[in-house]
């Protein structure tokens, strides 16, 4: 079955870095549309970013700049490269995939329905 694996959170200070990867199994990974989330204590998942099947990535305003995204389709991982942290990235971060289109672009963040369980990024001074 589909399976999202997340890993490489912990406890940064500010301005530091840290490198999250998603290990995926169970479908055919290079031919979809992935992304990361994080959900902010108090407040509601957003989106992070997108990379789509050929690589192209989007980022959120909160993001753009200091987050990167990749894909690494020979090991069906996907990362997370966060630099700059600040507290307000503070969250626990998950990665997801939208299994119902394999065309070269990224659907909405809504479409990306099969989640992993998280890893926690904690921001402090």
């Known amino acids: 079955q589909v399976q999202l694996v997340e890993s490489g959170g912990g406890s940064v200070q500010v301005g530091g870095s840290l490198r999250l990867s998603c290990a995926a199994s169970?479908?055919?990974?290079?031919?979809?549309?992935m992304g990361w989330f994080r959900q902010r204590p108090g407040k509601e998942r957003e989106g992070v970013g997108l990379?789509?099947?050929?690589?192209?990535?989007g980022y959120a305003a909160s993001a753009q700049g200091r987050f990167t995204i990749s894909r690494d389709n020979a090991k069906n991982t996907l990362y997370l490269q966060m630099n700059s942290l600040n507290a307000a990235d503070t969250a626990t971060y998950y990665c997801?995939?939208?299994?119902?289109?394999?065309?070269?672009?990224?659907?909405?963040?809504?479409?990306?329905?099969?989640w992993g369980q998280g890893t926690l990024v904690t921001v402090s001074s």
């Open positions: 169970g479908y055919s990974f290079s031919n979809y549309c």
């Open positions: 997801a995939v939208d299994l119902g289109n394999d065309a070269d672009y990224c659907r909405p963040y809504e479409y990306l329905r099969r």
């Open positions: 990379i789509d099947r050929r690589g192209s990535t």
